[in-house]
């Protein structure tokens, strides 16, 4: 395999470290988070190891910054979605379609890197640190727009958003298994996601 030349366009500090934050995700996305090297993204970047490690103290400091990158783009995405959906109440419907397209399309998922966290990395501190308040401040989110809909009376307003929250995450991580390993197929999926909206609105599919 010829080797990816290390020599690149000088970028601004913040540009630099954003290119690479888009390396490594592709990178991590397709190999791990144990099996990844800094010099293979590097390679990959087109730039030097030493290059990398200035923006980057550490491999898990990059790929935790991997991790608030992917939540950043859906969060975006779901803003979108949002902000194109009039009726408050069908925003959990579009918001999980457009997830699921996601995963559809083999993008690398938040849930895709927590998984990859929790299973090689989750032994370090900092890690367990770092995804105790992520995944809070995801849960936070989601709690939100679920009150917004049962103010518009899309679910039912006896359902606890918090819970119902934390149910969803769950959720993700369930389907980011199902994928990895074929234990759950499409109408698999279909079925599931029929009884979280019957639970959730009150109403029969």
Same mark, same amino acid.
């Given at each position: 395999m010829t080797p990816v030349a290390t020599t690149s366009i000088r970028l601004p500090a913040a540009e630099r470290r954003q290119a690479?934050? &888009?390396?490594?995700? =592709?990178? #991590?996305?397709e190999g791990s988070y144990r099996g990844t090297t800094t010099a293979e993204i590097a390679r990959e970047a087109g730039v030097s190891e030493p290059i990398l490690y200035r923006h980057f103290a550490s491999k898990r400091e990059l790929y935790l !910054?991997?991790? +608030? /990158?992917?939540?950043? =783009?859906? =969060? !975006?995405?779901? /803003?979108e979605t949002i902000a194109s959906e009039p009726d408050p109440a069908n925003w959990i419907g579009v918001m999980a379609k457009s997830?699921?397209?996601l995963g559809d399309a083999k993008t690398v998922t938040v849930a895709d890197l927590w998984?990859? !966290? @929790?299973? &090689?990395a989750g032994? +370090?501190? /900092? @890690?367990r640190k770092f995804l105790k308040r992520h995944m809070r401040e995801v849960h936070d989110y989601m709690a939100d727009v679920i009150r917004k809909v049962q103010a518009a009376r899309g679910i039912n307003p006896a359902r606890d958003a918090d819970a119902e929250a934390w149910i969803s995450l769950a959720g993700g991580l369930l389907g980011t298994i199902g994928r990895r390993v074929g234990l759950l197929k499409d109408g +698999? #999926? /279909?079925s599931i996601r029929a009884s979280r909206r019957e639970w959730m609105t009150g109403k029969k599919p």
């Amino acid at each position: 395999m010829t080797p990816v030349a290390t020599t690149s366009i000088r970028l601004p500090a913040a540009e630099r470290r954003q290119a690479l934050v &888009e390396t490594a995700l =592709r990178v #991590f996305s397709e190999g791990s988070y144990r099996g990844t090297t800094t010099a293979e993204i590097a390679r990959e970047a087109g730039v030097s190891e030493p290059i990398l490690y200035r923006h980057f103290a550490s491999k898990r400091e990059l790929y935790l !910054a991997c991790i +608030d /990158e992917a939540w950043h =783009r859906l =969060r !975006a995405l779901w /803003e979108e979605t949002i902000a194109s959906e009039p009726d408050p109440a069908n925003w959990i419907g579009v918001m999980a379609k457009s997830y699921i397209c996601l995963g559809d399309a083999k993008t690398v998922t938040v849930a895709d890197l927590w998984m990859q !966290a @929790v299973i &090689e990395a989750g032994d +370090d501190p /900092e @890690v367990r640190k770092f995804l105790k308040r992520h995944m809070r401040e995801v849960h936070d989110y989601m709690a939100d727009v679920i009150r917004k809909v049962q103010a518009a009376r899309g679910i039912n307003p006896a359902r606890d958003a918090d819970a119902e929250a934390w149910i969803s995450l769950a959720g993700g991580l369930l389907g980011t298994i199902g994928r990895r390993v074929g234990l759950l197929k499409d109408g +698999d #999926f /279909e079925s599931i996601r029929a009884s979280r909206r019957e639970w959730m609105t009150g109403k029969k599919p």
